[in-house]
Nanobody, 114 residues
Framework: VQLQASGGGLVQPGGSLRLSCAAS????????MAWYRQAPGKQRELVAA???????HYADSLKGRFTISRDNAKNTVDLQMNSLRPEDTAVYYC?????????WGQGTLVTVSS
């Protein structure tokens, strides 16, 4: 099983980016899916999570700017990020419980800078 994240890049403050993560391999079940991020010199933190039924949870500081979604048919989870700020600069990692075990994607760098 692999998680492949994509969509990172350089964006100006106030801009938007959409991250995508696809699970592949021998998949029987996918439970919760989530996005985490790790800024330079900081610990990895939860950004948002979504259950297989579509219930979502966000870090308090990100509510209203970020939206997590998933497509169970395609085994994907997306993160729409709006009104980006320099402090959102980080490596973003997708995470998923696949076949009852946790898996991580390779991380995608998001840089918010003018």
């Amino acid at each position: 099983v692999q998680l492949q994240a994509s969509g990172g890049g350089l964006v100006q403050p106030g801009g938007s980016l959409r991250l995508s993560c696809a699970a592949s391999g021998r998949i029987f079940s996918i439970g919760n899916m989530a996005w985490y991020r790790q800024a330079p010199g900081k610990q990895r933190e939860l950004v948002a999570a979504i259950t297989s039924g579509g219930s979502s949870h966000y870090a308090d500081s990100l509510k209203g700017r970020f939206t997590i979604s998933r497509d169970n048919a395609k085994n994907t989870v997306d993160l729409q990020m709006n009104s980006l700020r320099p402090e959102d600069t980080a490596v973003y990692y997708c995470n998923a419980v696949v076949n009852w075990g946790p898996f991580w994607g390779q991380g995608t760098l998001v840089t918010v800078s003018s």
